[in-house]
């Protein structure tokens, strides 16, 4: 046999770059991570890539887990086994697996995932999806060192806070956690060692009382 | 590059094994990774690509109990928990683009040249017509050829997959095949 069939290059840039969503879980990291790298079993191996077939942000882990493999010692892939698939995602990929042939043998000839009913434990890795946190401190504000005092928009009921405080260099500066408020005043103490115009960037987990806990982006404050 | 030093695996876990464990500081590993996230960032993330890499490292600080400047880990472990807090990240946004009004937007500038609209919606509708495309084929040549289109070569997928070379070769050849006909019939140009 020759080589395939080539494909012209802004095909292969299209499917990389494509924005595709699937309604199915996601795999956790490390299983794509393991798949990419040849060091999980090979039945997880395609269950991911079927996966990744269908879902940009997971196509942009597998290209990452590929150029960090790039970067780090290779793979040790004598470790390779082909046991059965044994995650709760393969399970339920695997579910999704034999749904999708039973629908062939009925006459389908696109097997479209939406069609199959919602499986219940779905849940476990695509929660509802969460509200986004805002800082409602206004950008690149500059705060007093007895009043950096950091507020963020609510979770939803019921949820508590972490919030991470640190210096451009990543050095902590603060840490507060199980905040029932989405507010939190540094202490000044903690900034007593800071020169002025300091940049600080400040971070907020969520933890809502159900579902997934979330990150906000990285917000930035400076220090009079 | 990461710096080699033999070590006791007194940063991170043990190194496991005999001989020198690459090690990395986290002003690397943010240089590094914002290389590899510069690499593989679609369009519909590059405006959000530098808080991608922002928020992972500060994540990892926390994760490592970061505590001094210039302290060094072992570069696996590192790497193993950048990649996790990477992925997390993105998804993270993913989720917010689909909650948020301003939804998943691709950039308006590429390499600091401004995308023309028609391209960015050319190049949207292609992807989405051969990611259909992909769809469409069976199960063993859809992993292959998925992969095949991310740059892996027949080996490496036989590899990857737990499949005797030949075996990939003919699942990524006839599924090539197929997706060109596939698109084709779609009236693009293969």
């Known amino acids: 046999m020759t080589g395939p069939p080539s494909l012209a290059p802004d095909l292969l840039a299209a499917f990389a770059d494509a924005d595709v969503r699937t309604s199915g879980p996601c795999p956790p990291a490390d299983e794509i991570w393991a798949a990419a790298r040849g060091e999980g079993d090979a039945a997880g191996a395609r269950q991911?890539?079927?996966?990744?077939?269908?879902?940009?942000?997971?196509?942009?882990?597998?290209?990452?887990?590929?150029?960090?493999?790039?970067?780090?010692?290779?793979?040790?892939?004598?470790?390779?086994?082909?046991?059965?698939?044994?995650?709760?995602?393969?399970r339920i990929a695997s579910v999704g697996a034999a749904a999708a042939l039973a629908a062939g043998l009925?006459?389908?000839?696109?097997?479209?995932?939406?069609?199959?009913?919602?499986?219940?434990?779905?849940?476990?890795?695509?929660?509802?999806?969460?509200?986004?946190?805002?800082?409602?401190?206004?950008?690149?504000?500059?705060?007093?060192?007895?009043?950096?005092?950091?507020?963020?928009?609510?979770?939803?009921?019921?949820?508590?806070?972490?919030?991470?405080?640190?210096?451009?260099?990543?050095t902590s500066v603060a840490e507060a956690g199980d905040l029932a408020a989405p507010e939190y005043l540094v202490p000044e103490s903690r900034l007593a060692g800071l020169p002025a115009g300091a940049r600080l960037l400040w971070q907020v987990?969520?933890?809502?009382?159900?579902?997934?806990?979330?990150?906000?982006?990285t917000f930035a404050v400076r220090l009079r | 590059m990461a710096k080699l030093r033999v070590v006791s695996g007194r940063n991170g876990p043990p190194a496991g094994g005999p001989g020198p464990e690459a090690m990395l500081s986290l002003e690397e590993l943010r240089s590094q990774l914002e290389r590899l996230v510069d690499r593989v960032c679609p369009s519909w993330l590059t405006s959000?690509?530098?808080?991608?890499?922002?928020?992972?490292?500060?994540?990892?600080?926390?994760?490592?109990?970061?505590?001094?400047?210039?302290?060094?880990?072992?570069?696996?472990?590192?790497?193993?928990?950048a990649y996790s807090v990477t992925v997390d990240e993105i998804r993270q946004l993913r989720r917010r683009q689909e909650t948020s009004l301003e939804e998943a937007s691709v950039a308006d500038v590429v390499d600091g040249a401004p995308r023309d609209p028609e391209a960015r919606m050319i190049g949207r509708q292609i992807g989405a017509a051969i990611r259909d495309c992909v769809r469409r084929l069976g199960a063993s040549r859809r992993a292959a050829v998925t992969l095949y289109l991310l740059g892996h070569s027949v080996p490496e997928i036989g590899r990857l997959l737990g499949w005797p070379t030949k075996r990939a070769e003919n699942l990524v050849y006839r599924g090539v095949a197929e997706l060109r006909r596939c698109l084709t019939d779609k009236g693009y140009q293969p």
């Open chain 1, 48 to 90: 991911v890539a079927l996966h990744v077939a269908e879902c940009g942000a997971c196509t942009v882990a597998w290209r990452l887990a590929v150029e960090v493999a790039r970067v780090t010692p290779p793979a040790d892939l004598d470790r390779r086994t082909e046991s059965t698939p044994s995650s709760r995602w393969r």
């Open chain 1, 106 to 170: 009925a006459g389908l000839f696109v097997i479209d995932a939406r069609r199959f009913p919602a499986r219940p434990d779905v849940g476990v890795y695509r929660a509802a999806a969460p509200a986004e946190v805002r800082s409602l401190l206004p950008d690149g504000a500059v705060l007093p060192r007895s009043e950096v005092h950091l507020r963020w928009t609510a979770g939803p009921e019921g949820s508590r806070y972490i919030v991470r405080v640190f210096t451009e260099d990543l």
């Open chain 1, 205 to 217: 987990t969520v933890v809502p009382p159900e579902g997934d806990r979330f990150t906000s982006p």
């Open chain 2, 48 to 81: 959000r690509r530098d808080d991608i890499v922002q928020t992972a490292v500060i994540r990892v600080a926390q994760i490592i109990g970061r505590s001094e400047g210039n302290a060094t880990f072992a570069a696996s472990y590192l790497w193993r928990v």
